[in-house]
């Protein structure tokens, strides 16, 4: 059975840092692209950042400079280091995990951690 567990989100002043951390069970990182998606109230759910199973990363230009993901395979977790926070980047958290094998997939949800942003 797979799990995604996020945890880390909280209340934050701008210009702080939180890291969020993603514990997965069932699935192999090291074949398994992670990413972090956020979505805030009255938006679509949108893409933050993805580490690939072979260590690439990409990120929403609004979180380059700011955010960096990591993963670390041996403990199944993966990180979302945010720092210089801003009012805008309050949204709820997901982590997504995705196998892509050509004809077919896997992918998974974590249920998503609150991250707000706010003086």
């Known amino acids: 059975q797979v799990k995604l567990v996020e945890s880390g989100g909280g209340l934050v002043q701008p210009g702080k840092s939180l890291n969020l951390s993603c514990a997965t069970s069932?699935?192999?990182?090291?074949?398994?692209?992670m990413s972090w998606y956020r979505q805030a109230p009255g938006k679509e759910r949108e893409l933050v950042a993805t580490?690939?199973?072979?260590?690439?990363?990409n990120y929403a230009d609004s979180v380059k400079g700011r955010f960096t993901i990591s993963k670390d395979n041996a403990k199944n977790t993966v990180a979302l280091q945010m720092d210089s926070l801003k009012p805008e980047d309050t949204a709820v958290y997901y982590c997504?995990?995705?196998?892509?094998?050509?004809?077919?997939?896997?992918?998974?949800w974590g249920q998503g951690t609150q991250v707000t942003v706010s003086s």
């Open positions: 069932g699935i192999a990182l090291s074949i398994y692209d």
């Open positions: 580490l690939t199973g072979v260590g690439r990363t």
């Open positions: 997504y995990a995705k196998f892509d094998s050509g004809p077919y997939y896997y992918d998974y």
